[in-house]
């Protein structure tokens, strides 16, 4: 059973580009949330998704963040014009369902870097 | 809103010692509570969980932990530390109802000397 994949595993961009970061949930998950790491910071929550609908994406930046989870398909973190700031790794976890005890499962992470 | 602290960035032990990573936090609602272990470049791992069960929690590797409400506290523990623990450990609440988004600690990275 394929576990959570991202891809790419590494990205570097210049400013001013587009970044599109992708995530592939566990087979039989519906819910896809987005966490952002800085170096020395913890995991902080982007975005929380179901298929077609975006729940919660109290923590995306107002500007150049957008997320899509399509009927088919992966879910897509896109960053527009990215800027040194946005250099990071980005999580993508998935599951099964939406309550708080449900366990996300982890992606291994895009690394953005942004020269 | 929800909160996690974790006291130490850094803990190093020896080898055979005991583990001890603290974490503390602050929900409005009861919480579910969480520990993940990252490896160097990798995803996060859960280690355990505490979803108002059984208030001592094991887990995966030896690991376990106590949710001690009036500490608001959910340490975890290990009696005898590998070298393969060596990694960053986060700790992490979620609410109920609602977006269930985890809310993490800054982590702790954990050092195991031979």
């Not at chain 1, 088919?72 to 973190?77: F, K, N, Q, T, V």
């Not at chain 1, 960053?79 to 999580?91: H, K, L, N, P, T």
């Not at chain 2, 974790?6 to 001890?20: M, N, P, T, Y």
């Amino acid at each position: 059973n394929a576990g959570v994949m991202q891809n790419p595993r590494h990205l570097v961009r210049r400013r001013g580009q587009e970044a599109r970061l992708r995530c592939s949930p566990m087979k039989g998950h519906s819910h896809v949330y987005w966490y952002r790491q800085l170096p020395e910071e913890g995991l902080k929550f982007m975005v929380y998704l179901q298929k077609e609908n975006i729940i919660d994406e109290s923590g995306m930046p107002k500007e150049r963040f957008s997320a899509e989870f399509p009927k088919e398909g992966p879910s897509i973190l896109r960053i527009q014009q990215v800027v040194r700031g946005d250099s990071a790794a980005y999580f993508c976890a998935s599951s099964p369902g939406s309550s708080g005890q449900e366990t996300q499962y982890f992606g291994p992470g895009t690394r953005l870097l942004v020269l | 809103a929800q909160s996690v602290t974790q006291l130490g960035s850094h803990v190093s032990v020896s080898e055979g010692a005991l583990v001890l990573l603290r974490c503390n936090y602050s929900s409005s609602v009861p919480p579910y509570l969480f520990w993940y272990v990252q490896y160097p470049n990798q995803g996060l791992q859960l280690l355990l969980k505490y979803t108002s069960a059984a208030t001592l929690v094991k887990g995966i590797n030896g690991f376990e932990a106590e949710f001690k409400k009036s500490e608001t506290s959910f340490h975890l523990t290990k009696p005898s530390a590998h070298m393969s623990d060596a990694a960053e450990y986060f700790c992490a609440v979620s609410g109920r109802g609602g977006s269930e988004k985890l809310v993490f600690g800054k982590g702790t990275k954990l050092t195991v000397n031979p």
